[in-house]
């Protein structure tokens, strides 16, 4: 295999598209510890790419080096990768550009009163010769992939291209929000950070000041590493993970760890298959982690990996914690439909024996599980009245809360359960006639690996003969309609569920267990039932959403109100 050939095949590993191309040159400018970076896109990257920066810039003999491939001056041996600090540190950047494209590069070092330009086609060498230039070093990409015309054919379309070298850009100036970045395509504008190492004004510039407006910052210190950046309040999460953000030691990685960490913490706090937005950034010993490990270096290897994950989610969690989660009501309230205000009914007292269940169900949450002192994550709220058999209305002396009063119930059971499941205090009743089930053969093979997680939720299952099933137990916690239908409801999850570990499997169980025993909607409360939710929705951890992630509480205040009857 002739030496161009391979070069071609080496290149193909590390510049996939425009945005690598893109990745790679700014890397280099940020290695070469710039503060300025103007990155100029013309055709979507396959006519021209511009990279200026303002960093150190190379001499004469560096140049056509740094095109030589495995050339760096960032790693000396094998021992250096244990430490590897800088973004690049294979050689392979410079050469596997200069392999598919046509590439100029203007460049001039401080002490040097002239710089140099060098000239690379196709991996051929072509000029090397001095030139006027500022400090720093320009790198221009023409005519990427013309002469491995097969890759062109599985580029994406041309805004998609775009849109990947944006987010590049973007990702890049989140990990270095100290360094202004400046990002132009055909002579527009699309990205500019300021460079004043604001982190909050950077993800402002990157996602817009919609969202930046929306974050709580994180800033923990653990045993292994320190966990800084912003996290998005729980009523800003998304369908998919692309605004999950991860830097180590200012390197942007992908890696589920983080991913699963991140949202082990929005447990509970955002809807099912929903994702929160995160910029994190985690700083460790470089001897912790591997980042010689993908081709395109965005994945690593952790030493302590479950380490990192515990301490990832403990400071995010302590975040959450500081910040009082309740929802406010900014949304423009539509004109009152008075055809259906009939429907509205403010009730005092029901002694109405339809509401028996319920209040029995309220009334088993006054267990005092809860014995930590209750913090004000709320406020002690006047309970006023009920809206729709569905909503609590309650206020402070200047603002006004509506509470949804199956989301409350259901947060204060879910948490109550949690606290004797890991107690193993769940105390189970003997059925005086017990519930059969009939179930297919692969429902029996996982049932029967379930047994003892279900027997710690205090449902005891037991064998019949073929497919058939007893349920012997129920747990005397539990106030529900039907108890055949709840435990369908809950041997659904069990079979859905055969993967997770005992532990994550009794938490989805106890979700079901708190949602089926919680005060429903269109149930007609007392003034003493209300209050009572209300002063056990205090107690507990993460009152502002139930354990599906919707919110418990919409807070309407003092200022909103002037300003909704003109008084503003």
């Known amino acids: 295999m002739d030496q161009e ?116 086609i196709g991996g051929k060498e072509l000029s090397l010769e001095p030139c006027g230039c500022p400090k720093g070093t320009t790198v221009n990409v023409r005519d990427l992939f013309f002469n491995t015309p097969v890759r062109k054919k599985y580029l994406k379309k041309p805004a998609t291209e775009m849109a990947l070298i944006t987010e590049t850009v973007g990702r890049l100036a989140l990990a270095h929000p100290h360094v202004a970045f400046r990002l132009t395509h055909n002579q527009r504008v699309i990205l500019t950070t300021s460079g004043k190492n604001n982190l909050l004004e950077t993800i402002a510039s990157v996602y817009g000041p919609e969202i930046g407006r929306s974050l709580l910052p994180v800033d923990y210190q653990g045993k292994y590493l320190r966990v800084t950046g912003y996290v998005g309040r729980p009523e800003l999460h998304r369908g998919n993970r692309s605004y999950q953000n991860f830097f180590v030691n200012r390197r942007y990685i992908r890696h589920s760890l983080l991913n699963q960490a991140l949202e082990q913490a929005f447990h509970t706090l955002i809807p099912t298959n929903r994702h929160p937005l995160a910029v994190i950034h985690l700083q460790l010993n470089p001897e912790l982690v591997d980042v010689n490990v993908h081709p395109a270096k965005l994945e690593v290897r952790f030493r302590e990996e479950r380490e990192v994950a515990v301490e990832l989610t403990k400071g995010i969690r302590d975040a959450l914690g500081r910040t009082p989660l ?11 439909d008075f055809q259906a205000a009939h ?16 209040r029995a169900a309220i009334a088993e949450t006054a267990e005092t599980y809860l014995e930590r002192k209750v913090d004000d994550k709320l406020p002690y709220l006047k309970v006023l009245g009920q809206v729709g058999g569905t909503y609590i209305v309650a206020a402070t002396d200047d603002d006004l809360y509506l509470i949804d009063q199956h989301a409350a119930h259901e947060r204060v059971m879910y948490e109550r359960l949690m606290h004797k499941v890991k107690k193993s205090q769940i105390h189970s009743q003997i059925l005086a006639v017990p519930v059969t089930l009939e179930l297919s053969p692969p429902q029996v093979q996982v049932l029967e690996k379930k047994i003892s997680t279900l027997a710690a939720l205090g449902i005891t299952v037991e064998a019949f003969g073929g497919n058939t099933f007893l349920i012997r137990t129920f747990p005397l916690d539990l106030k529900v309609n039907s108890q055949k239908e709840f435990l369908l409801d809950l041997i659904d999850v069990v079979l859905d569920a055969d993967d997770l570990e005992p532990a994550e499997l009794q938490e989805k169980a106890v979700t079901v267990m ?44 003092k200022q909103e109100l002037a300003r909704r009857f003109g008084r503003t």
């Open 514 to 557: 708190a949602c089926r025993a919680a005060v429903k909607a269109n149930e007609i409360l007392s003034v003493e039932e209300m209050e009572f939710i209300l002063e056990e929705l205090r107690k507990t951890e993460v009152p502002y959403t139930c354990p599906h992630g919707r919110p418990t509480v919409l807070h309407l205040s």
């Open 343 to 358: 429907q509205v009914s403010i009730n005092w007292e029901n002694d109405g024996s339809s509401v028996a269940r319920q």
């Open 326 to 336: 309740v929802r406010k009501v900014k949304e423009v309230v539509k004109k009152p």
């Open 5 to 120: 050939t391979a070069d071609k095949i080496a290149a193909g590993e590390v510049i996939e598209r425009p945005a690598s191309v893109v990745k790679e040159l700014v890397e280099n400018s940020l290695d070469a510890g710039s503060r300025m970076i103007e990155v100029e896109i013309r055709g979507w990257g396959l006519d021209y790419i511009r990279v200026t920066d303002n960093g150190e810039g190379m001499t004469r003999e560096e140049i056509p080096l740094a095109f030589q491939r495995h050339a760096t001056s960032k790693i000396r041996n094998a021992q250096d990768l244990d430490s590897v600090l800088t973004l690049g540190f294979r050689g392979e950047a410079l050469p596997s550009i200069a392999a598919v494209a046509k590439v100029e590069v203007l460049t001039r070092t401080e002490k040097s009163l002239q710089g140099h330009r060098f000239e690379i």
